[in-house]
């Protein structure tokens, strides 16, 4: 078994103050394997909502969750959010979790069980595998997600079923050394093309849930940002910039 002190949990905010109590409710109750810690941070990237206001608010509220909120002055886009909060992140390993409800905190010691087994130094959580509920909505998107999945396992020569997938874990030292670049969406595709490069990776996926959010409901990703994950699977995965 491998034993490790703390998950980093980096949260990319931008107007999300309807969910955002919710989701830090579900980490406050969230009991991870092992007893182990939690650090949780958050990137509010320039919100105009009040996103920032309601984290505060939350953080005085229970100040035993040790919650860390950095700010941009300028909204740049979920990836650079990303990117933000890992290089700040100081836990043994990384996960990334969206601001809204479409994923399950719970599901954390579904991911950790191959790191605690000493099998794993990334982990991918799937919403197409595995028998957990899967809200039904849009078929051209989840056509969309197939062929991005794809054509990132052609370039990268792997086996994924679901590489846009929120749920990623990784060793902290292999997120921090990757020169990450995008901005938007198209941080999915550029951070597997670059992992699946690290020499003698081991990358595991498992099952997980998916309570999708419609467009009336807040969901962001459009079709635009589709073009751009082709662009990003050509540009860091075929040309491996």
């Not at 490790?4 to 980096?10: A, E, K, R």
């Not at 509010?44 to 984290?55: E, F, L, Q, R, V």
């Not at 608010?57 to 959010?81: D, F, I, S």
Request: with cysteine; aromatic share 10%.
């Amino acid at each position: 078994m491998v034993k490790f002190d703390t998950l980093s949990i980096v949260i990319p905010v931008y107007n999300e103050a309807r969910t955002i109590h919710q989701v830090l409710d579900l980490l406050r109750e969230l009991k991870l394997l092992n007893n182990i810690g939690k650090e949780i941070i958050l990137v509010n990237d320039c919100s105009t909502d009040g996103s920032g206001d309601a984290i505060r608010a939350y953080a005085v509220r229970y100040p035993e969750m040790g919650l860390r909120l950095l700010e941009h002055a300028v909204n740049q886009g979920k990836g650079a959010a990303l990117h933000t909060g890992i290089r700040e992140a100081t836990g043994d390993y990384v996960i990334i979790q969206d601001a809204d409800l479409e994923y399950d905190p719970e599901e954390y010691n579904i991911l950790l069980k191959p790191v605690l087994k000493g099998f794993a130094d990334v982990v991918y959580g799937s919403r197409f595998m595995g028998g957990n509920p899967h809200r039904i909505l849009f078929f051209w998107h989840s056509i969309g997600n197939n062929v991005l999945t794809f054509l990132s396992n052609m370039v990268t020569d792997l086996n994924l079923t679901d590489m846009e997938t929120c749920y990623k874990l990784f060793r902290r030292d292999i997120i921090q050394n990757l020169r990450l670049e995008e901005k938007r969406f198209g941080f999915e595709p550029e951070v597997t093309a670059k992992v699946a490069r690290v020499k003698d990776v081991r990358l595991y996926e498992v099952g997980i849930s998916y309570y999708g959010r419609t467009y009336a409901e807040g969901k962001k990703i459009g079709w635009r940002d589709g073009f751009r994950a082709i662009y990003c699977i050509i540009k860091y995965g075929l040309l491996g910039h």
